[in-house]
């Protein structure tokens, strides 16, 4: 009867504090799966605005009839992209921050749950 009243109060809990801070999750839980398609979703669109960049700087070089070197543009286009990307990524950026944030969390839970169950902690409640 202790598993039974301990699971549910758990279960309970983790979408309320979902539901409160309001990611995008169903269950209250961050799969490693949905962390790497958000972190890699987030990495490919900065990575093309590194590109539309780049290609940005060479075409008006090449518009103005200056040569401008690729390892140039490309610095460029990096130190370009880095605040604008702070900018127009902000809601990929938090989904990122709130899904490692979660993990993290229900990481260390876990391995609280774990160490008192090991200490014979976790049948008492």
């Known amino acids: 009867m202790s598993e039974s009243s ?5 279960q309970v809990e983790r979408p ?4 409160s801070s309001a990611p995008p999750k169903s269950d209250g839980r961050v799969t490693k ?3 790497a ?24 070089a090449a518009l103005v009839g200056v ?15 880095l605040p604008l990307s702070l900018l127009l ?3 990929l950026r938090r989904r990122v ?10 990481r260390r839970a ?3 749950d774990l160490r008192a169950r090991l200490r014979g902690e976790g049948t008492a409640r």
């Open 89 to 91: 990524f902000a809601k």
């Open 67 to 81: 040569a401008v070197p690729l390892l140039v543009a490309a610095i460029f286009a990096v130190l370009i992209a």
């Open 97 to 106: 921050n709130e899904g490692i944030a979660a993990f993290d969390a229900q």
């Open 37 to 60: 398609r958000d972190v890699a979703i987030y990495s490919i669109a900065r990575l093309l605005l590194v590109v539309l960049i780049g290609a940005i700087i060479l075409g008006v």
């Open 6 to 10: 301990e699971k549910p109060e758990d």
């Open 16 to 19: 309320a504090a979902a539901d």
């Open 110 to 112: 876990d391995q609280a």
């Open 33 to 35: 799966g949905q962390l």
